[in-house]
């Protein structure tokens, strides 16, 4: 069973950026359709962007052209680049991995944006 460890949250000011790190256990993160999402207080978890085990992308409309989302199959880690943060984007990030039957979550890592 793979298992997904997410890192990189943090405080940051409206504008600033961060990178959010999602390591994998396994070696079948190669040909998972990996994910981020984020669940602010109050409200349902949705989807911020995925990546195909080739690459391919997707993002949710709020972040597109703020956020990029990439893979590095080798060491089994997927990122995500967060720039011109804004309070809006205040939640709480998980990472996410498909293929098959098996759908993994990760335990979340909290991202603040304040002044």
């Known amino acids: 069973q793979v298992q997904l460890v997410e890192s990189g949250g943090g405080l940051v000011q409206p504008g600033g950026s961060l990178r959010l790190s999602c390591a994998a256990s396994?070696?079948?993160?190669?040909?998972?359709?990996m994910g981020w999402y984020r669940q602010a207080p109050g409200k349902e978890r949705e989807l911020v962007a995925n990546i195909t085990h080739v690459g391919s992308t997707n993002y949710n409309d709020p972040v597109q052209g703020r956020f990029v989302i990439a893979r590095d199959n080798a060491k089994n880690t997927l990122y995500l680049q967060m720039n011109s943060l804004q309070a809006e984007d205040t939640g709480v990030y998980y990472c996410?991995?498909?293929?098959?039957?098996?759908?993994?979550w990760g335990q979340g890592t909290q991202v603040t944006v304040s002044s």
């Open positions: 996410n991995g498909k293929v098959n039957n098996l759908n993994v």
């Open positions: 396994g070696s079948i993160f190669r040909i998972m359709t």
